[in-house]
């Protein structure tokens, strides 16, 4: 079946640092990939994605590419900010007869000034 | 962008009783919702599929009896937990999808904290 790995948070930066948040996966197929962002007290918000390998996905300065051959769909970001503090999931979407989404278990990240 | 809301957002409830959840598309209208549960420091896991006039697909391991939903316009879903337990407590979340040719493309609801003493 499908699954996603993401890194265990909490992950804990300082303002202006550089952030990976690494993710890799299962599935049949050739899924699209996702990151979705969950700030406190709201609902998960689609960050960016990526739909075939190579593609990059990018959104508020955040970047992920689509690598097949590691199976990887890692979240980058050059200087993060306080702002950026949030939960943050890899998931994907394979279709066919798994219509939902296979998320990661999600990666806390707080962002010290 | 779309808007999805739940009701409410949080619920403490005694055991035995039965909890409804809603699901809203705002500002679309949702052809297929999905409910998600999520436990403390764990992913968001699928519990059913529901389209608008038909039955829920349920997925493996989750009891149709105890989780009904509703899909009874394109606009409204609901969940119901039949004779809460303890370990029914949990963090409920739905989405929605419009039929797109993005069939991957799911809006969030905020999410429900049901607590069950």
Redesign the interface.
Known sequence: GNS?TQMEGPVTLSEEAFLTINCTYTATGYP?L?W?VQYP??????LL?A?KADDKGSNKGFEATYRKETTSFHLEKGSVQVSDSAVY?CAL?S?GGA????????THLIIQP | GAVVSQHPSRVICKSGTSVKIECRSLDFQATTMFWYRQFPKQSLMLMATSNEGSKATYEQGVEKDKFLINHASLTLSTLTVTSAHPEDSSFYICSARVRTTLPDTQYFGPGTRLTVL
Do not use: M, R
């Open positions: 996603v699209s996702f979705y007290g709201e609902g998960l918000q689609l994605k739909t999931f979407y279709g219509d939902g989404l296979t998320f990661g278990k999600g």
